[in-house]
């Protein structure tokens, strides 16, 4: 290796990164990079929350390690994945960002799908700071129990979606509620803000999910949901 020429050096090492970009070339394994950025999974886990076979999910989270992407330990008889480093967090910030500044169907999508489900300015990370000092605002994490207990915004309440309703009343009247979930395209926080305004409320959702808000190295809780306690 030490005697690689100038240009086989430079041939080489890009050949490394490519192995990077090879092994995002699924949508799926993006997938389940996004889950495995809320905390650690096992392949089972994956398996139900993707819909794919067992086989296919273990065959792309081998192409992520192999890529260095994801790291993986054994727990008895169950494999547990989780993302290796926050690096790759912003890594796929960063590919969100380019995708959606350079195409127009990502923008179309969004536009259709997204813009029906909520079409209000969503709350930043700095703006939801300033309001949570204040106590003006119910922080509401509707993601699985599990990925709550991993990390989650510091005084937010687990109530996932399909409890939502039910523990509304719970919720302080005169206050608003922001939602977040996995990410800025989470579909859990746009179900979860469109349900809370049709019941009434003043509801809006965080700009960015549990991931970007750690990678922003804000302050994050890991302390499990109280039902759990």
Same mark, same amino acid.
């Given at each position: 290796?030490? *005697?690689? =020429?100038? @240009?086989?050096?430079?041939?080489?090492?890009?050949?490394?990164?490519? @192995?990077? =970009?090879?092994?995002?070339?699924?949508?799926?394994?993006?997938?389940?990079?996004?889950?495995?950025?809320?905390?650690?999974?096992?392949?089972?886990?994956?398996?139900?929350?993707?819909? $794919?076979?067992?086989?296919?999910?273990?065959?792309?989270?081998?192409?992520?390690?192999?890529?260095?992407?994801?790291?993986?330990?054994?727990?008895?008889?169950?494999?547990?994945?989780?993302?290796?480093?926050?690096?790759?967090?912003?890594?796929? $910030?960063?590919? @969100?960002?380019?995708? &959606? *500044?350079?195409?127009?169907?990502?923008?179309?999508?969004?536009? =259709?799908?997204?813009?029906?489900?909520?079409?209000?300015?969503?709350?930043?990370?700095? &703006?939801?700071?300033?309001?949570?000092? @204040?106590?003006?605002?119910?922080?509401?994490?509707?993601?699985?129990?599990?990925? /709550?207990?991993?990390?989650?915004?510091?005084?937010?309440?687990?109530?996932?979606?399909?409890?939502?309703?039910?523990?509304?009343?719970?919720?302080?009247?005169?206050?608003?509620?922001?939602? /977040?979930?996995?990410?800025?395209?989470?579909?859990?926080? /746009?179900?979860?803000?469109? $349900?809370?305004?049709?019941?009434?409320?003043?509801?809006?959702?965080?700009?960015?999910? /549990?991931? &970007?808000?750690?990678?922003?190295?804000?302050?994050?809780?890991?302390?499990?949901? &109280?039902?759990?306690?």
């Amino acid at each position: 290796m030490s *005697n690689l =020429s100038n @240009r086989e050096f430079k041939t080489e090492l890009f050949e490394q990164f490519a @192995r990077v =970009s090879q092994a995002l070339s699924s949508g799926k394994r993006l997938e389940l990079l996004e889950l495995l950025a809320q905390g650690e999974r096992s392949v089972d886990a994956l398996t139900q929350l993707t819909g $794919m076979t067992a086989a296919n999910t273990s065959q792309h989270l081998q192409q992520l390690r192999k890529a260095g992407l994801v790291a993986s330990r054994k727990d008895g008889l169950f494999v547990i994945y989780r993302i290796a480093g926050g690096g790759v967090v912003r890594l796929l $910030m960063a590919l @969100r960002e380019v995708a &959606e *500044n350079n195409l127009a169907e990502v923008e179309r999508l969004i536009k =259709s799908f997204l813009s029906k489900k909520d079409n209000l300015e969503p709350v930043s990370a700095d &703006e939801l700071r300033k309001l949570a000092r @204040r106590g003006a605002v119910t922080v509401v994490d509707v993601r699985p129990p599990e990925e /709550y207990a991993a990390g989650h915004l510091p005084g937010a309440l687990n109530l996932p979606l399909p409890q939502l309703a039910k523990h509304l009343h719970k919720l302080p009247a005169n206050r608003e509620i922001v939602a /977040y979930c996995r990410g800025p395209y989470c579909l859990l926080s /746009y179900d979860a803000v469109e $349900m809370l305004r049709a019941k009434g409320r003043k509801a809006r959702r965080l700009a960015e999910g /549990y991931p &970007e808000w750690q990678s922003a190295g804000l302050p994050v809780d890991r302390s499990p949901p &109280e039902s759990a306690r």
